[in-house]
Nanobody, 126 residues
Framework: QVQLVESGGGLVQAGGSLRLSCAAS????????IAWFRQAPGKERLFVAA????????FYADSVRGRFTISRDNVKNTVYLQMNSLKPDDTAVYYC???????????????????WGQGTQVTVSS
């Protein structure tokens, strides 16, 4: 049974940093694709970053590139999202998601992901 459990959210001032964690279980961790999405109130769920299981190749949304870093620890079966230089616009619920196959075309599409965590709230104050 695939499980994804996010942690690390909280309240931070603009310019600050947070590190989110996604503890994963239920499949071979070095396969598929794990991503972070975020959803602000009243808005659609948007892609943030993704990391390929077999190669650790990474992808980022333009809005976070250079500020956020996605990484993985294959011993702990955990994916991290290091978020630096946070802005009020980064405020959202952040979700970890997994899909069994990688596509360089659809990696940013939420509908293509098979499993989701419960989300963790990130609030950035100005």
């Amino acid at each position: 049974q695939v499980q994804l459990v996010e942690s690390g959210g909280g309240l931070v001032q603009a310019g600050g940093s947070l590190r989110l964690s996604c503890a994963a279980s239920g499949w071979t961790f070095t396969s598929g694709l794990i991503a972070w999405f975020r959803q602000a109130p009243g808005k659609e769920r948007l892609f943030v970053a993704a990391i390929i299981g077999s190669s650790s190749g990474t992808f980022y949304a333009d809005s976070v590139r250079g500020r956020f870093t996605i990484s993985r620890d294959n011993v702990k079966n955990t994916v991290y999202l290091q978020m630096n230089s946070l802005k009020p616009d980064d405020t959202a619920v952040y979700y970890c998601a997994y899909r069994q196959t990688f596509s360089s075309v659809t990696y940013s599409e939420a509908a293509r992901y098979d499993y989701w965590g419960q989300g963790t709230q990130v609030t950035v104050s100005s």
